[in-house]
């Protein structure tokens, strides 16, 4: 099984974001299908060097060595087809990128855009507060930037 720690910097990256988080009874079980398809997953009959989490109950990390093999658009389609299949399931989006999730002290908030830039307007969040980009796309991206101060990210434009 492929683990985060084994996978180099290089590994492609892909966050998808909850529009509300997962219910913690829930994270057991999306975690488990998550890390069975990429365990399963493929692209032209070569097995991925694949890995899936989730994080803050909110977000779902799928991880390719693409060293080994690319993730192709076939297989891609795949991934998508997955999230799809657990945002029935569990009754979220996963593809609302109009959705933003920031923390303040230990705890991860998810707001819909409008709301994001009321906060700030309201100086609830500002330029120091931590915002999570999920528009990182390796894992040393990831290890060093998906969480910035909202000075730093793209969701300053935002706002």
Same mark, same amino acid.
């Given at each position: 099984?492929?683990?985060?720690?084994?996978l180099p910097?290089?590994?492609?990256?892909?966050?998808?974001?909850?529009?509300?988080?997962?219910?913690?009874?829930?994270?057991?079980?999306?975690?488990?299908?998550?890390?069975?398809?990429?365990?399963?997953?493929?692209?032209?009959?070569?097995?991925?060097?694949?890995?899936?989490?989730?994080?803050?109950?909110?977000?779902?990390?799928?991880?390719?060595?693409?060293? /080994? #093999?690319?993730?192709?658009?076939?297989?891609? @389609?795949?991934? !998508?087809?997955?999230? +799809? =299949?657990? /945002? #029935?399931?569990?009754?979220?989006?996963?593809? @609302?990128?109009? !959705?933003?999730?920031? +923390? =303040?002290?230990?705890?991860?908030?998810t707001v819909?855009?409008?709301?994001?830039?009321?906060?700030?307007?309201?100086g609830k969040?500002?330029?120091?507060?931590?915002?999570?980009?999920?528009?990182?796309?390796?894992?040393?991206?990831?290890?060093?930037?998906?969480?910035?101060?909202?000075?730093?990210?793209?969701?300053?434009?935002?706002?």
């Amino acid at each position: 099984m492929t683990t985060y720690d084994t996978l180099p910097d290089t590994t492609r990256v892909w966050v998808y974001q909850a529009n509300r988080p997962f219910r913690p009874e829930d994270v057991p079980g999306i975690r488990q299908k998550a890390q069975a398809f990429a365990q399963s997953w493929i692209s032209h009959n070569r097995q991925l060097r694949a890995h899936a989490d989730v994080l803050h109950n909110r977000f779902i990390l799928l991880m390719v060595d693409e060293s /080994q #093999a690319d993730a192709s658009g076939c297989s891609i @389609d795949k991934s !998508v087809y997955f999230l +799809k =299949q657990l /945002q #029935a399931e569990y009754g979220v989006d996963l593809f @609302d990128r109009m !959705v933003f999730s920031y +923390k =303040q002290g230990d705890e991860v908030f998810t707001v819909p855009r409008e709301e994001f830039a009321r906060l700030y307007q309201e100086g609830k969040i500002n330029d120091d507060t931590l915002v999570f980009d999920t528009l990182v796309n390796t894992k040393e991206a990831l290890d060093q930037s998906w969480v910035k101060p909202l000075s730093q990210s793209w969701h300053k434009r935002m706002v």
